[in-house]
Nanobody
């Protein structure tokens, strides 16, 4: 079992920045692909960014390329999502997820991930 806890969400104006954190139980980052997903009210959950277990592969949704960056601190068992140039359409609940089946590959499909955090709200105002 892997437990994930997100933090760092909040309310920001368009153009601002936030950094989300996902703390994982145990030393999991070398064994799991870690991903960030988001879900806005009335919309489907969508992939945002992910990083492979080794850290050698990353994947980003087209809508956030050049604005968001995923990273991890192995010593802290924590993965981050740095969000810059935020837009109102980025408003959503952001979830951290872990995939232990294919740690060498970053999937964009939510069904590929085994464990999920509770989510953290990000609201971007105009």
């Amino acid at each position: 079992q892997v437990q994930l806890v997100e933090s760092g969400g909040g309310l920001v104006q368009a153009g601002g920045s936030l950094r989300l954190s996902c703390a994982a139980s145990g030393r999991t980052f070398s064994r799991y692909t870690m991903g960030w997903f988001r879900q806005a009210p009335g919309k489907e959950r969508e992939f945002v960014a992910g990083v492979s277990g080794s850290g050698g592969t990353t994947n980003y949704a087209d809508s956030v390329k050049g604005r968001f960056a995923i990273s991890k601190d192995t010593a802290k068992n924590t993965v981050y999502l740095q969000m810059n140039s935020l837009k109102p359409e980025d408003t959503a609940v952001y979830y951290c997820a872990a995939d232990g089946s294919r740690p060498y590959y970053v999937s964009r499909g939510s069904m590929q991930y085994d464990y999920w955090g509770q989510g953290t709200q990000v609201t971007v105002s105009s």
